[in-house]
């Protein structure tokens, strides 16, 4: 897609990488019944993606995108963004712990079940919520940004 606001290229940057490493783990775990120590890297980039990238880009939306879409009347979208985000983030403190202990290759097996089915359901909360946001945020937020709060935002972003 061809967004003109720089929030919505870093925000659909962000989401592009997010499905490709979302995609490379989906991959690994319909190929793998047992915790495979060849796996410590990408849990670690999955760990690294739910301490870091998900809250950060959580916390920006929910602080300096969704209450603009509110006041431009879009407060069901908003609203219904940050009731995904808290369920994701549900998600996401179960498996942070758990993804650490497969990078450092430390996993029985019942935790790397749990790993397993938990990281399944974040793929597939994950996928819903980015094709809602590139269908919805982003192309929003091209009209409703004007030039000079997309250039204030997409600072305050990369400065975070």
């Not at 602080?63 to 940050?82: C, I, K, N, T």
Request: hydrophobic residues 45%; charged residues 30%.
């Amino acid at each position: 897609m061809n967004f003109q606001r720089q929030v919505s290229r870093m925000l659909h940057d962000e989401h592009l990488n997010m499905m490709g490493l979302l995609g490379k783990l989906e991959q690994a775990l319909a190929r793998t019944s047992r915790f495979d120590p060849a796996l410590a890297g990408l849990f670690g980039q999955f760990a690294h993606a739910l301490e870091q990238d998900v809250e950060r880009h959580f916390r920006f939306e929910e602080e300096s995108l969704f209450p603009r879409m509110a006041e431009h009347g879009d407060g069901d979208m908003a609203a219904l963004l940050v009731e995904e985000h808290g369920a994701i983030r549900e998600v996401a403190a179960e498996l942070l712990p758990l993804s650490r202990a497969a990078a450092a290759g430390s996993i029985d097996e019942a935790a790397w079940a749990t790993l397993k089915r938990s990281s399944m359901e974040m793929i597939e909360r994950e996928v819903s919520h980015i094709q809602k946001e590139t269908m919805a945020l982003l192309p929003l937020l091209d009209d409703l940004l004007d030039e000079e709060a997309d250039r204030e935002l997409a600072f305050a972003y990369t400065a975070d």
